[in-house]
């Protein structure tokens, strides 16, 4: 083979060995559900009666980003204080035994309400008046009323969500990786990672600053880009809510959780992983050194671990294999 398909072929099978396709499903759902959901009765009904409203332009935008709002803090609480309680209790099983750091201690429910608490008062206000003095009213400005009269089409939707999703994940890994720059990690980027064994709620604990800069742009700039229809929203911003959340969790339930091992690694580690998924590190070398070995040898672990139980052998937990030969640095 020439040198350069042969480092062709090594550039692709360093990237697929970083990937698990199970992570991709959550992303998938979304994208299924926003289609299947204008292809609803539910969908048009909540349309029409949006649209006898007979509102001018701006103002039906307005009626229908609010709706955007109540998704998000839906699920914010829906899905923070689940996790919570599965922290706190230790249950249900199929869910705990997924720990990805099997040997430390789950958070205390105190821990789980108080990151939350700060989500209420902090990051809810900083990213509304972000959203209300900047984002919704150039989202507003740019949509048109053909776009707000309609329901999208298949192709919109997966356009739309897939735009907005690639935006997204440039800005987070641009704005993070700017976050362990020595000075921005120090004023700023420290405080989210007081949790070295992070867990959902913990993934809206930071500084009001990196709350702005991270979560408001990285959701804020791709809406002001892409312009999206208003339900391709509605899922977008309940899509990023979820993401955050499984990738702090501490979980990793194939198929319901996406990016839990790489950005857990990142709060192990400190430094590297500055993508909520592999891709953009491997592109611009900035993986762990540490973290394709230990992905290596957890893929591993896990699947003799599904083998002993599918043949009812012992379950006692499989060592963690970083906390065996751990010789990573807190670098703050
Ligand atoms: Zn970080
Ligand atoms: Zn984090």
Known sequence: MAPAMSSLGGFWSGFWALQDAAEWIPFSAFLGG???????????????SLWSLSLP??????????????FGLYLYFGLYLSFAIIDAFQAPQWIVRHKVQNTKQPPPFRKSLRAIFWGM?????????????????VWRQRIGMEKLMSIPSTWQCVSELVALQILNELIF????????????????????HENITPFASSGNYAHPLETLLSTGLIV??????????????????????????TAHCGYYIPGLCANTLFHDWHHRAFDGNYGFSPN???????IHPKYPAWLANYRQERSQKVAAEENHDSMAD?????????DVKREI
């Open 173 to 192: 890994y641009t704005v993070h990786r700017s976050m362990h720059t020595k000075l921005l990690y120090k004023l700023v980027h420290k405080m989210h």
């Open 220 to 245: 804020g700039i791709p809406i002001m880009l892409v312009v999206p229809h208003p339900s391709v929203l509605w899922f977008y911003t309940s899509w990023r809510n979820v993401e955050s959340a």
């Open 57 to 70: 332009r701006e103002k039906l935008a307005e009626a229908m980003a609010t709706r955007t709002g109540a």
């Open 34 to 48: 926003l289609v299947a959901f204008n292809r609803s009765d539910w969908s048009r009904n909540i349309h029409e």
């Open 280 to 286: 953009l590190d491997y592109i611009f070398g900035t």
């Open 121 to 137: 008062v902090e990051s809810i206000p900083v990213l509304t008046i972000f959203n209300t003095f900047v984002v919704n009213p």
């Open 318 to 326: 499989l060592v963690d294999p970083y906390e065996e030969s751990t």
